[in-house]
């Protein structure tokens, strides 16, 4: 159970193109959900927090206009990144809570996605 | 300011042996700490929480202690294997519903 895919794994595109990446929770119902960056060997960077239904809470230096998150429902999340240059590459990952599920406030985390700008 | 350190970047242990990680924390305590494992191109996966009313938690081989005088959690993975290898997180919470990660501990299990 608590199961959450992305889509792409993995994405190559050119400078200036709009990329966007799915997060589903597949056996669950996600009331929030969450987009996180990582570049190599360094932690996991929180963008962004949304809730079915509502906008997404930025955190701060994350360019709401250039990252648009969608949480249209409770089991799908979308980012998408806008005109994205090289150094939006990254590993984009997102997770899923409910706080009805195991302890209640432990995350589940899609696999990521590779995001490569060329 | 609130501060949480795992002991080392890297740890290497004997196969078999028990893996012990350590994460230290200043000033407020979590209302509680979670312990994720990453491997390298994958997201986090959830491991364990603990609440700071409690003084440990166990999951098969896995085990959590909470010290609040200390100001300290251990990760224990007792019978290690090389399939244990991994970056591990100590990921605490005070209260609201965002997670701060570190860079963890990067643990390699020598066969």
């Known amino acids: 159970g608590a199961v959450v895919s992305q889509h792409p794994s993995w994405v190559i595109c050119k400078s200036g193109t709009s990329v966007k990446i799915e997060c589903r929770s597949l056996?669950?119902?996600?009331?929030?959900m969450f987009w996180y960056r990582q570049f190599p060997k360094q932690s996991l960077m929180l963008m962004a927090t949304?809730?079915?239904?509502?906008?997404?809470?930025?955190e701060q230096g994350v360019e709401k206009d250039k990252f648009l998150i969608n949480h249209a429902s409770l089991t799908l999340s979308t980012l998408t990144v806008t005109s994205a240059h090289p150094e939006d590459s990254s590993f984009y990952i997102c997770?899923?809570?409910?706080?009805?599920?195991?302890?209640?406030?432990?995350?589940?985390f899609g696999p990521g996605t590779r995001l490569t700008v060329l | 300011s609130q501060k949480i350190e795992q002991n080392s970047e890297a740890l290497n242990i004997q196969e078999g042996k028990t893996a012990t990680l350590t994460c230290n924390y200043t000033?407020?305590?979590?209302?509680?700490l979670q312990w994720y494992r990453q491997d390298p191109g994958r997201g986090p996966v959830f491991l364990l929480l603990?609440?700071?009313?409690?003084k440990e938690k166990r999951k098969e081989r896995l085990k959590v202690t909470f010290d609040t005088t200390l100001k300290q959690s251990l990760f224990h993975i007792t019978a290690s294997q090389p399939a244990d290898s991994a970056t591990y997180l100590c990921?605490?919470?005070?209260?609201?519903?965002?997670?701060?990660f570190g860079t963890g501990t990067r643990l390699t299990i020598i066969p």
């Open positions: 000033n407020y305590s979590p209302a509680y």
């Open positions: 997770s899923a809570r409910n706080p009805g599920l195991g302890a209640g406030n432990e995350q589940f």
């Open positions: 056996d669950f119902q996600a009331t929030t």
């Open positions: 603990i609440r700071e009313n409690e």
């Open positions: 949304s809730n079915e239904g509502s906008k997404a809470t930025y």
């Open positions: 990921v605490p919470n005070f209260g609201n519903e965002k997670l701060t």
